[in-house]
């Protein structure tokens, strides 16, 4: 919910989505954050790990800038879950998921077509989430990193909150002066673009 609620406010705030998609610089600063994060967390006997989560309406602009990105930042504590939105073609972002599993680095990246599971929360859950633990468990074993001994959890302890039929994240492009509508928020929220930006 917390992901959902930061998309909602970030087109709120008068965002306006454009060309080109350039992902490296996130994706060169989220891996020195990881590497920082986890000495940090190996000095005070923890383990920390990083997920960053992109979503994005259309492929990268730059394939092989991207690919050449993600090998340099292969030996961070790092995964990167990207979600495509939208009816864009996003043959490159696939093509950036497929490509780790054909390189001698580990492969960190994974591309997920929202559409394709977008009437079910469990279906996304399950897409996003396919690569993670076996990416974890690489980094953990290349860098010689052991488990913490294991807990144990109660029964009790466990909480599983209602799922939800739907999770929308459509962008609606009305047909006013270029008013986007946000749904999947009972809130609403509309941003009116201004007249420089022309009309969608």
């Avoid at 002066?177 to 928020?185: A, M, P």
Wanted: aromatic share 8%; net charge negative; charged share 25%.
């Amino acid at each position: 919910q917390g992901v959902l609620d930061a998309y909602h406010k970030t087109f709120k705030s008068g965002l306006v989505m454009s060309s080109p998609t350039v992902v490296t610089e996130i994706i060169g600063t989220a891996a020195a954050f990881a590497r920082s994060a986890q000495e940090g967390a190996e000095r005070e006997g923890k383990q920390k790990y990083t997920t960053l989560l992109i979503l994005t309406d259309g492929a990268v602009s730059d394939v092989q800038a991207t690919v050449k990105c993600l090998e340099t930042c292969s030996d961070a504590p790092l995964s990167i879950i990207i979600v495509g939105i939208g009816s864009a073609n996003f043959s490159a972002m696939q093509f950036l998921d497929d490509v780790g599993e054909s390189k001698p680095k580990p492969d960190i990246c994974q591309f997920v077509e929202f559409n394709a599971h977008k009437r079910s929360r469990q279906s996304l859950t399950a897409a996003t989430m396919s690569e993670l633990p076996d990416q974890l468990v690489s980094y953990f074993q290349r860098n010689g990193i052991q488990p913490f001994p294991k807990q144990e959890v109660e029964e009790e302890d466990i909480v599983i909150e209602p799922a939800e039929e739907e999770i929308d994240l459509t962008l609606d492009f009305g047909e006013g002066e270029g008013d986007i509508v946000l749904g999947g928020d009972s809130s609403g929220g509309v941003y009116v673009p201004p007249p420089k930006f022309g009309s969608w």
